[in-house]
């Protein structure tokens, strides 16, 4: 007899991003108790075919305006983070390649008015391995230092005014 193991449902996984990223630390996350309906949201999962969810925390964290989404794809079997610098542009193929040889754990995109930072996909097949990969994702993002590298950037709005 063949046993099957049951995929997370998307639901479980929903309440889980909820309960973590709402008590998770992060360079550039507000403090808990500033944590609120306006910057943490959490998307309503493809109710449909339950086949995504995400849970974000939208920050203005001193010069940044930063959209934080931690996700999961089911029909992927995909856990990951994305980071939006919404504010910063890195102009110049020099710059670019040498932040992506900084961060090599990242796929770093490039638009004309921000940045995105996506961490690497963990592949989950029960909700230990989700709990795992989103405390591998934190512990990640905390040890590269990228917060804070890429504060040392100007906003497009600084850059403007020079």
Not at 25 to 50: A, V
Request: charged share 30%.
């Amino acid at each position: 007899m063949c046993l099957f193991f049951k995929k997370p449902k998307t639901k479980d996984v929903q309440q889980y991003f909820y309960r973590e990223w709402k008590n998770t630390e992060m360079p550039g996350f507000p403090p808990k108790s500033s944590r609120n309906y306006e910057n943490f949201k959490q998307s309503p999962y493809d109710t449909l075919n339950k086949t995504y969810c995400s849970a974000s925390m939208k920050v203005k964290c001193g010069k940044w305006d930063l959209d934080y989404k931690v996700a999961y794809n089911r029909k992927e079997n995909k856990v990951y983070l994305s980071v939006w610098y919404f504010n910063l542009t890195l102009p110049g193929a020099d710059l670019q390649r040498a932040v992506n040889q900084t961060f090599k754990n990242y796929k770093i995109g490039y638009w004309p008015s921000a940045v995105t930072i996506t961490s690497k996909d963990y592949t989950v097949k029960k909700i230990s391995d989700i709990e795992n990969a989103f405390h591998d994702i934190v512990r990640e993002w905390k040890e590269s230092g990228i917060y804070n590298f890429m504060d040392n950037f100007k906003t497009n709005e600084e850059l403007k005014k020079k």
